[in-house]
C-alpha cells in the first residue's frame, strides 16, 4: 500500500482536502491529519465528519502549530504555499505535495488535463462526454468540481481521467505527466494571488513540463504558449490562425480542410464554443476516436450554466446568459463568437478593469449597451463615440431596456466582463436573476 505506516498531514479542509485525507488512509497510513487556519465554527461539521473516521483535526490557531514527525504534507490548491500554514508545516522537512500530485502519484492511469484562463470548466466536461459516448471510460475532474483524489478512491474502471486544472492546482506538481494537455487561452487573471502576470503564467505553464515525445500538446492556434514543448501539437482556432488543424469556416468545424462537424445544428452557441468543442474533439483523437463517433454527443451538449447559455426568446430576440464572464478576456471572446450584432449588458464590481481595450471590439459587434453596477458610468466613457450606451439601476431594468433595444432575430447578450460582487453573492445567482428578468418580459 502506497502510504503504508506514514504519518500524513493535509492542509485545507474543503472537498480536496476531505478527499486526500481519505485515500491516504485507504493507502494504509497509519495517521491523517487535516489542518485548516479558517473559523472553527465555520469548519466544525467538516471536523466531526473526519474526525469520525479517524482524521485528527486542527483548526484555526491550532491549525499552525504542525506536529512532528511528518512523513508528507499534501496542500489543497485554494491554499497559497507561500501563507502561514504551509510555512510552518514546511519547517519540519517533510515532502509537500499538491493534491493534483498526490492524487497522480496513487492513480497510476493516463489523463486528459485541460486549463486556459477561460473556457476550460466546458471543455472538461465536453470531453468527457464525447469520450464517454464513444465508448472510452472517463469522468470529469479536478478543478471541475470532483477532488482527483475522490476519482483514484472511487477506485472504478476508468481508461483515462479528464482533469480541468487552475493555475493553484498546477503549482505544486513534481511529476505529473498528463498523457494530452490542453491549453484553451491565456488572459491576465488572479493578480490578488501572484506577484505579476508572468508568475501566473509561469504556473500555468507547468502543465506541459513533463511531457514527453509520446505525449500531445492540444494548443490554441492564436495563443500557441512560448515554452518548450516535447509533447506533439495538436492545434485549433475558430477565429482564422493559419495552418490549425482543426478551423471554423461558414459553420463548418475543419480537421485539416475536411468538413467534419455542421457547429450551426448543435446547441452551443459562438465561436468560442466551436473552439470548446474542437478542443474535445482533439482530445478524442488523440485517443484513436473518429469524428463519427462524437457527432451526436456534441451536437445535443448543453453548456453549463450561466456560459453563452440560452435562456429564452422573447418578441422574437434571444436572451443568452453568460455571467461566467468575469474577466474582461471572456467579455472579449463572447463578444468574437457572436455570429450577428447583439444589445450587450454589461458590468458589475469596479475592480480596476480597462474597458477602453474592448471599445474597437465593442464598435464592430454591439448596437447598444447597457451598462449597470459599480463600473456602469466607466463603461459608458470608455465606449463613447463607439457603442450608444446607457446605464441601468438594476439588473431587471437592464433586461427591460436591452429588450425594447433589440430587434427580433437580435441576441441580448449578458457578459459583464467583470465580478458580481457588488450587487450579487456571485455569478451563479447573477446569471440566475438575468434568468428570471427574461422570463418576467415573456
Known sequence: MKDAGKKIAILGAGASGIAAARLALAGGAAWVGVFDSGDPAKLDA???????????????EAALRAPGGLDLVVVSPGIDTSWPIARSFAVGGAPMLGEIEFAWERWGGPV??????????????????VLNG?????????????????????????????????SFQLETIVDFRPEIAVWMNFAPDHL??????????????????????????????AEIPEAALAARPVTFSAFGAEGADFAFEDGWILHRSE???????????GRHNAENAM??????????????AMRETIRGYAAPPHRCQWVGEVGGVTFVNDSKATNL???????????????????????????????????????????????????????HGAVPCETAATLDEAVAKAAAAAAPGQTVLFS????????????????????EAVARLG
Not at 474526525?51 to 483548526?59: D, L
Not at 486528459?112 to 462526454?129: F, P, S
Not at 464513444?134 to 475522490?150: D, I, K, L, Q
Open 46 to 60: 467538516a471536523g466531526q465528519t473526519l474526525r469520525a473516521e479517524g482524521v485528527e483535526t486542527g483548526f484555526g
Open 112 to 129: 486528459a488535463a485541460i486549463t486556459g484562463t477561460n473556457g476550460k470548466t466546458t471543455t472538461t466536461e465536453l470531453t468527457a462526454a
Open 134 to 166: 464513444a465508448g472510452c471510460r472517463t469522468v470529469p475532474a479536478g478543478n471541475y468540481g470532483t477532488a482527483f483524489s475522490e476519482v483514484v478512491l472511487a477506485g472504478n474502471p476508468l481508461d483515462l481521467v479528464t482533469l480541468e486544472l487552475s
Open 192 to 221: 490578488d494571488r501572484y506577484p505579476d502576470v508572468g508568475a501566473y503564467l509561469a504556473a500555468k505553464l507547468r502543465i506541459f513540463e513533463n511531457q514527453t515525445p509520446d505525449d500531445f500538446a492540444v494548443l490554441n492556434a
Open 259 to 269: 468538413r467534419v462537424l455542421y457547429f450551426r445544428e448543435c446547441r452551443l452557441r
Open 279 to 292: 478542443a474535445a474533439m482533439a482530445v478524442a483523437r488523440c485517443r484513436g476516436i473518429d469524428f463519427e
Open 329 to 383: 478576456h471572456a467579455l472579449r471572446s463572447s463578444l468574437r463568437g457572436q455570429e450577428e450584432p447583439v444589445v450587450l449588458i454589461a458590468g458589475g464590481k469596479n475592480k480596476g478593469l480597462d474597458f477602453s481595450e474592448l471599445k474597437s471590439l465593442a464598435a464592430d459587434t454591439v448596437t447598444r449597451a447597457i451598462a449597470i453596477g459599480e463600473i456602469a458610468e466607466e463603461i459608458c466613457r470608455a465606449w
Open 416 to 435: 459583464p466582463g467583470t465580478s458580481s460582487f457588488d450587487m450579487f453573492g456571485g455569478y451563479e445567482e447573477r446569471g440566475r436573476r438575468f434568468a
